[in-house]
């Protein structure tokens, strides 16, 4: 099993720029997520998903896209970049609600 | 509004020693407390979770303890390691939902 991939690892974006981070996992889990973890700081929850078709908003949903079409794949769109969004992001999935399995990390700068 | 928030932001311990890392939680309708370890450069890991019906859960060298009086969780490592040098997280979970609350992390430095 690969687990949870994430891809790209690294992304920079200029201001206004749009773009998909992309989150896939293989062990058939029906629950994901997306955080962001900026410096020196815990990760805040954008939106999450229960289930192929169902998602939710988290903390910092603003600015950010999510869909749920399949049970292995989970994107995040960011629709407009800003310098705000500048972070890591972590994309997480589980079989139930207390033990999530974090991928890798994007981390994006926007410019 | 809800927190989850740590009183040291790093501790440093000798390999050999117990580590115990504190955190408060604000939000009495959690269910669930769990405690991530994450390594320079790696995403969170799953370390031990706790149900707010009980009140200590052990693991493999450690234990969280859940203290719901003062609202507060701990987690103590036995018998240090340098392996265990990262950044703990504690967490909550809002009773039969899935938002996971983060506190903001402590570092552990192990000395040789």
């Known amino acids: 099993n690969a687990g949870v991939t994430q891809t790209p690892k690294f992304q920079v974006l200029k201001t206004g720029q749009s773009m998909t981070l992309q989150c896939a996992q293989d062990m058939n889990h029906e629950y994901m997520s997306w955080y962001r973890q900026d410096p020196g700081m815990g990760l805040r929850l954008i939106h999450y998903s229960v289930g192929a078709g169902i998602t939710d908003q988290g903390e910092v949903p603003n600015g950010y896209n999510v869909s749920r079409s399949t049970t292995e794949d989970f994107p995040l769109r960011l629709l407009s970049a800003a310098p705000s969004q500048t972070s890591v992001y972590f994309c997480?999935?589980?079989?139930?609600?207390?033990?999530?399995?974090f991928g890798p990390g994007t981390r994006l700068t926007v410019l | 509004g809800e927190s989850v928030g740590l009183h040291l932001p790093t501790l440093s311990v000798q390999e050999g020693d117990n580590s115990i890392i504190n955190c408060a939680y604000s939000?009495?309708?959690?269910?669930?407390f769990i405690w991530y370890k994450q390594e320079s450069g790696k995403g969170p890991q799953f370390i031990i979770d706790i149900r707010s019906n009980m009140d200590k859960r052990q693991g493999q060298r450690v234990t969280v303890l859940l203290n719901k009086t003062v609202k507060h969780l701990s987690l103590q490592i036995a018998a240090t390691q340098p392996g265990d040098s990262a950044v703990y997280f504690c967490?909550?979970?809002?009773?039969?939902?899935?938002?996971?609350?983060f506190g903001a992390g402590t570092r552990l430095f192990v000395k040789a």
């Open positions: 939000n009495s309708a959690s269910d669930y």
């Open positions: 967490a909550e979970i809002n009773t039969g939902g899935f938002k996971t609350i």
């Open positions: 997480a999935s589980s079989y139930a609600r207390n033990e999530q399995f």
